[in-house]
């Protein structure tokens, strides 16, 4: 396994603004937030040598998320999506893409993302389903899915399924949005055009759903949209999907997991993806578990859902740090 998947993501950042200098680091630190600032500071001040490999593969990484957000801005997003799978292949131009989405997606409503989840409901439960979708496209996933379960199960539906359908909207309408929510917040942000919404977000969304809020809407969501519905899912990734994943991800985030997680988790899953766990795992982690499964007895489904959706949580932190590749929708690639 490289190092480079032993950093961190501010890690990576601190490694990639040593190797500018100090005199174009200080133009960077420039743009920066005093929070950013303070804790990029810290982490260059934390980071020990590090190895030419490992340089220029983080380097490398950053040089590729660059060139993949020029694309899209000069061409679009399928037009970049052309070009990295070329460039790249498939699976590597579908990891950079959603990385870069996702950051372009954090330019505005800012404040939205900073707010408490049960603000951000009580400001906006009474507006129209759109509006709510438009608002949830900018927050993050996890205040997103809050918020959605919280919502009237009549709202529920029609708020994810315009989420999923949304594909770019007007500076006019975020900036009407966004000066309503200014008389709550206290707050406004430049807008522009950007990539908001979609399939993919939603899927982020419901990776973030309780399993029995995920369970009502994909069911409610299929007698409106059947089609809609299994396009999300091939987007999600759930905890049976770990069979998807290749080894060295799998041991990556088995170093991160708490084991009562993961014997619960074990303990509810199927054969398939106990087996692929346990050939990851070191013989002692294996014997260990093993042993305490012997003695696990009783266990309620909804422990086994949560541990689960823990473990996933993990997974999908570490992917957004860059450390592992998850594979989304691919399982029909892998599994023969």
């Keep these: 396994m490289a190092e480079t998947t032993k950093l961190s993501g501010k890690q990576k950042a601190a490694a990639i603004i040593i190797s500018l200098g100090a005199d174009d680091a200080s133009k960077i ?10 804790q990029l500071t810290y982490e260059i001040s934390r980071l020990e040598h590090l190895d030419s490999e490992t340089m220029e593969e983080t380097l490398k990484n950053f040089y590729d998320l660059c060139l993949t957000q020029k694309v899209i801005t000069e061409g679009g997003f399928e037009y ?33 993302r900073k707010a408490d989840y049960k603000n951000l409901l009580a400001i ?39 989420i ?5 909207t007007s500076p006019e309408i975020i900036r009407y949005v966004e000066q309503e929510l200014e008389k709550k917040f206290n707050s406004i942000v430049s807008v522009d055009f950007t990539e908001i919404g979609g399939i993919n977000y939603v899927a982020d969304i419901m990776n973030n759903m309780d399993r029995s809020n995920e369970k009502y809407i994909f069911d409610e969501l299929s007698k409106k949209d059947a089609k809609l519905s299994d396009e999300i899912r091939m987007r999600m990734f759930v905890f049976e999907d770990i069979v998807t994943m290749d080894s060295m991800s799998i041991q990556r985030f088995l170093r991160e997991v708490d084991s009562k997680d993961l014997v619960y988790a074990i303990k509810g899953s199927n054969k398939d993806v106990a087996d692929t766990l346990f050939n990851n795992m070191s013989t002692k982690m294996g014997e260990t578990i093993k042993s305490e499964l ?43």
């Design 29 to 38: 630190y420039k743009f920066l937030k005093e929070d950013e600032i303070e």
């Design 294 to 336: 012997d003695y696990t007895h009783n266990v309620r489904l909804r422990d086994v859902e949560e541990a689960q959706q823990r473990i996933v949580s993990v997974i999908r932190r570490l992917e957004e740090e860059g450390e592992l590749v998850i594979a989304k929708g691919g399982k029909d690639d892998i599994i023969v």
């Design 124 to 162: 906006i439960q009474n507006e129209h389903p759109q509006t709510i979708a438009l608002i949830l496209s900018y927050a993050r996933a996890d205040q997103a899915s809050a918020v959605i379960a919280d919502l009237p199960k009549e709202k529920r539906i029609d708020v994810v399924e315009r």
């Design 80 to 112: 970049a999506r052309s070009v990295l799978e070329k460039a790249f292949g498939s699976q590597v131009a579908t990891s950079l893409l959603e990385r870069v989405t996702k950051t372009m997606r954090t330019k505005s409503f800012e404040f939205v």
């Design 164 to 168: 999923a359908k949304m594909d770019r």
